[in-house]
């Protein structure tokens, strides 16, 4: 069951509380109208709270996507156009390094596997990927800055010109803190929505199985009241 499954059933077990009128009347405070319907607006306002942190979330998610998409391709057309202008070897090696890095290849061969029957000793050797947002964000930088200080550097397509290349690569980084920033702020919300809902004994659901049991206690175990909340059923979760 769903958190506003959850909150659903409650908004339903006050209604069904609150039709029973005067003869509701718990003598713990927690258990009181009043405060179930204080409790019922905490946490429907935390549910919607959750909703829009994560909407924010998916939003900058999607945006730094799309930031990022296709940088190893761009670097490898920044390549080709220093190929066309027959930059030096060493120079387009440079930029090569910083494209293998973006695109997770190693900058030289992997050794051969020795077969089974081999006495030589295998060599353990270690990925040479760096394909973390913010390894990509650094490394296309750095190659820019790089592009930036060649002097013989030409290009007409648009995006390929140096001052299309900075903007490119300037707002990575910022896009990466606000994904952080976007991502915390949910985690804080849900917290706080589950604390609301599932902590023990001052919850929302322990509370209802509290309004359960004086139910039954007020008006019998068999009565036509306590068979009204049959149906209103919960699913309490484990918070921290």
């Known amino acids: 069951m769903s958190h506003v499954k959850n909150a659903a059933s409650y908004s339903r077990l006050v209604d069904i509380c609150t039709g029973y009128g005067g003869k509701y009347n718990p003598g713990?405070?927690?258990?009181?109208?009043k405060a179930m319907r204080a409790l019922l607006n905490e946490a429907q306002s935390s549910l919607q709270d959750v909703s829009l942190k994560q909407d924010a979330y998916h939003r900058i998610l999607n945006k730094k996507s799309s930031a990022f998409d296709g940088l190893d391709i761009l670097a490898n057309r920044v390549i080709g156009t220093?190929?066309?202008?027959q930059m030096p070897e060493a120079t387009i090696e440079d930029a090569r390094y910083f494209y293998r890095l973006l695109a997770g290849k190693r900058a030289t061969l992997r050794p051969p596997i020795p077969s089974e029957d081999s006495d030589e000793e295998k060599v353990k050797t270690r990925g040479f990927q760096q394909l973390s947002y913010v390894a990509k964000a650094s490394n296309f930088?750095?190659?820019?800055?790089m592009v930036n200080a060649l002097p013989a550097y030409i290009s007409n397509e648009p995006d390929l010109q140096i001052p299309a290349l900075m903007e490119r690569?300037?707002?990575?980084?910022?896009?990466?803190?606000e994904v952080d920033k976007a991502k915390v702020a949910l985690s804080i919300a849900r917290l706080k929505r589950n604390r609301i809902l599932y902590r023990t004994n001052t919850g929302m659901v322990d509370n209802a199985k509290l309004v359960r049991r004086y139910v039954k206690v007020a008006f019998g175990t068999r009565s036509g009241e306590a068979a009204q909340l049959k149906d209103v059923r919960f699913t309490k979760q484990k918070v921290r």
């Open 141 to 145: 930088f750095k190659m820019v800055q």
């Open 82 to 85: 220093m190929e066309a202008l």
């Open 28 to 33: 713990r405070p927690t258990l009181q109208l």
């Open 169 to 177: 690569a300037a707002p990575l980084q910022s896009l990466i803190e």
